[in-house]
């Protein structure tokens, strides 16, 4: 007979490895929705607009469903970091909830329709933005300020056990983000510095959560 404490080990190392699952799937997931959208939706330019404007139009619910989904499966990455890493490095958890929380504020809130999309939108940047465009963009903003800071946050943590490979992934993880998304916002990169941002955070996330699966 199975003893009861290795059983209930053996319970949470497979919540724990359920939850580190959603954040190994959690970018994946986000970008093929996305980019399949992106594909079949008419007026969509990948020079010119984010992924958030497909919340707008017909089928822009699937965005919407895309944003919460994924925000979800950040959440329960975060609790996956959280019972790896242990409390003494929760902050790493509060900032990747917090990304994970302001991608469902996102969700709620879409953003403006902008630059010919979805069709029949004026071309050229907004000349306005309304208040729930306004929302979205500070959830937007925040969410990558969370993200990057949990990468920094991660890349001490990572450096303190000695994992030095995955203490410098978060370091340069971390400042991608930051050039990339508010470099896209006031460089004349634009909207490709906001891509840059969103690939390298969600391939940060993905090989975290593989290697925390791994650590003793």
């Not at 509060?94 to 069709?119: C, E, N, Q, R």
């Not at 030095?164 to 909207?191: D, E, H, K, Q, T």
């Amino acid at each position: 007979m199975m003893d009861a404490s290795n059983s209930e080990s053996g319970s949470g190392a497979a919540v724990t490895r359920s939850l580190l699952g959603c954040g190994v799937w959690a970018g994946p997931f986000y970008l093929a929705v996305g980019l399949a959208q992106a594909f079949l939706r008419d007026g969509f330019v990948f020079a010119k607009h984010p992924l958030s404007v497909l919340t707008n139009g017909p089928g822009g619910w699937v965005q919407t469903a895309n944003f919460v989904l994924t925000g979800l499966m950040v959440l329960a990455a975060a609790a996956g970091f959280r019972r790896v890493l242990g409390p003494k490095s929760r902050a790493v958890t509060w900032f990747l909830g917090g990304y994970g929380a302001s991608m469902i504020v996102a969700a709620m809130f879409k953003a403006d329709p902008v630059d010919g999309f979805p069709p029949g939108t004026p071309l050229g940047p907004p000349t306005s933005i309304s208040t729930t465009g306004l929302v979205h963009f500070i959830a937007g903003a925040l969410g990558f300020t969370f993200l990057a800071i949990s990468c920094f946050l991660a890349a001490r943590v990572m450096r303190r056990r000695n994992v030095s490979s995955l203490a410098l992934l978060s370091l340069f993880s971390g400042l991608a983000v930051v050039l990339g998304f508010f470099g896209g916002i006031v460089l004349p990169m634009g909207v490709v510095g906001i891509w840059f941002a969103v690939v390298v955070g969600w391939l940060w996330l993905t090989v975290m959560s593989v290697r925390l699966n791994r650590l003793p």
